[in-house]
């Protein structure tokens, strides 16, 4: 965990790395309850018997479940100790490179593109996030995700 004063502290990192995550375990259950919570239960990620004989040779997480452990990599990483509240204000670019099989387990390091002054003293931050899997020679997701903290 990378701790920071302030969010000027944090700003002058711009071009950066700044922070590796945990690590988090994708477990069946979390696929399941994503495929419960979005309605998709296609059968590479809940049918496990299938996906057995399947291209992965298991299940695999949703792609969009990986972008949501997002904030969870963030939270594990980075604090800024002046920062009443943070948003996520939204992604420019993602792409899901890799596959993640059930029992994956992830971790995220993240690289400060941009931060730039906001209203009420905050800043929009830009940020690089590559999601790796532990064992891959290459990550299973690259995203660039914007948050706003204010002081």
């Known amino acids: 965990m990378k701790t920071f004063a302030t969010l000027a502290e ?4 711009v071009g950066q790395h700044v922070a590796t995550s945990e690590w988090i ?8 309850l ?19 004989a399947g291209p992965f040779g298991a299940p695999i997480a949703h792609g969009f479940l990986t972008l949501s ?13 002046e920062a009443r509240m943070g948003v996520n204000y939204g992604l420019n670019k993602v792409r899901f490179i890799a596959p993640v099989p059930v029992s994956s387990r992830l971790r995220a390091q993240v690289k400060l593109l941009a931060s730039d002054p906001i209203d009420n003293g905050g800043r929009q931050q830009t940020w690089e996030v590559t999601i790796e ?11 660039e995700s914007l948050a706003r903290q204010y002081p």
């Open 10 to 13: 944090l700003s002058a990192l």
């Open 25 to 32: 375990t994708v477990t069946q259950e979390h696929i399941n």
């Open 34 to 52: 994503f495929a419960q919570a979005t309605g998709d239960y296609q059968w590479i990620h809940v049918d496990v018997e299938r996906a057995k």
């Open 69 to 81: 452990l997002i904030p969870r990599f963030f939270e594990s990483a980075i604090t800024v100790t």
């Open 133 to 143: 899997r532990e064992g891959s020679p290459k990550p299973v997701c690259v995203a």
